[in-house]
């Protein structure tokens, strides 16, 4: 393994969460700073209800807004069609559907039970091929749930074949509640590799109980290729009860290197970025590399 790709998505996932709402301004500069310092795709925000969450109410606004740069995927999460609709309106060129391998966090975080999820998306996946829009899946709850406990892998597996035959071309796996540990992490991926091609997923640690780190490193080892991550460790899901930030992009960057793997990341100014935008939300960064770098 000579490089990975990482996923940003800490101007999403991250500010999806926060008790702060963030002017525009601050998100546009927080997605341009993180371009800025080399990141290839960052996940820019959510067009989701803004009555489920507030926070990305602006969504078109700060899309919009974006300078964007050349060679750089600016993904946003998208429920339904009015959500993809909303985002063709401001020129997005890729999406992100998102979906649960439990039926109880499905329900409390999109009001649908799977398959009544899978049919919402067959409409926008639709329109997405006839415009030439890029989707990627999201399956969440992969280690475990909030609400139902324990997920069976046969239904990680049969909800990441099912995004990925519909046309995403990655499916990212989430521990959505940072439950996971290395060994574990490492079966599941090994078990939806069997149905989609390793080459096509990725995969989405909350730092939780500190295992994040561990688990990506246990997944690289078998073969993955793309991790998500959130600059400073921002991140959360309002509908998933206990679940905290993403592992911190800062600290995967780091480790990567540290392994000889090119990730195209200028470290320090990714850990400005996140001392950066940790001030704004009022409170230090996450990332252990961050604090250490102060
Ligand atoms: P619903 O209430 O069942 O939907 O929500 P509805 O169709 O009845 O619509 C209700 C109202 O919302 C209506 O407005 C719609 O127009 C409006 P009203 O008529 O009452 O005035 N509405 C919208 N407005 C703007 N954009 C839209 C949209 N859709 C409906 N797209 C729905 C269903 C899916 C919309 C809702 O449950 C929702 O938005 N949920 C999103 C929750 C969320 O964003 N969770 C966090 C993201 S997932 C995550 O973080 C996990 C991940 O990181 C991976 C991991 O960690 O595991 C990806
Ligand atoms: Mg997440």
Partial sequence: MTTVRIVEVGARDGLQNEKTILPVATKVALVERLADAGLSS??????????????????????????????????????NLQGYERARAVGVREIAVFTAASEAFNQRNINASIDESIERFRPVMERARADGVAVRGYVSTV???PYQGEVP????????????????????????????????????????ADEVPMAALAVHFHDTRGQALANIYACLDAGVGVVD???????????????SGNVATEDVVYMLEGMGVRTGVDLDAL??????????????????VGRAAA
């Fill in 229 to 243: 991550a959130a600059v400073a460790g921002l991140g959360g899901c309002p509908y998933a009860k206990g679940a």
């Fill in 143 to 145: 280690l475990g749930c």
């Fill in 42 to 79: 960052i996940e820019a925000t959510s067009f989701v209800s803004p009555k489920w969450v507030p926070q990305l109410a602006d969504a078109a606004e700060v899309y919009a807004a974006i300078r964007q740069r050349p060679g750089v995927r600016y993904p946003v999460l998208v429920p």
């Fill in 153 to 192: 892998l046969a239904d990680v597996v049969r909800v990441a074949g099912i995004l990925h035959r519909s046309g995403c071309y990655e499916v990212s796996l989430g521990d959505t509640i940072g439950i996971g540990t290395p060994g574990r992490a490492r079966r599941m991926l090994l078990a939806v």
């Fill in 271 to 288: 850990v400005a970025t996140g001392r950066w935008i940790s001030a704004e939300l009022g409170r230090d960064t996450q990332s252990r």
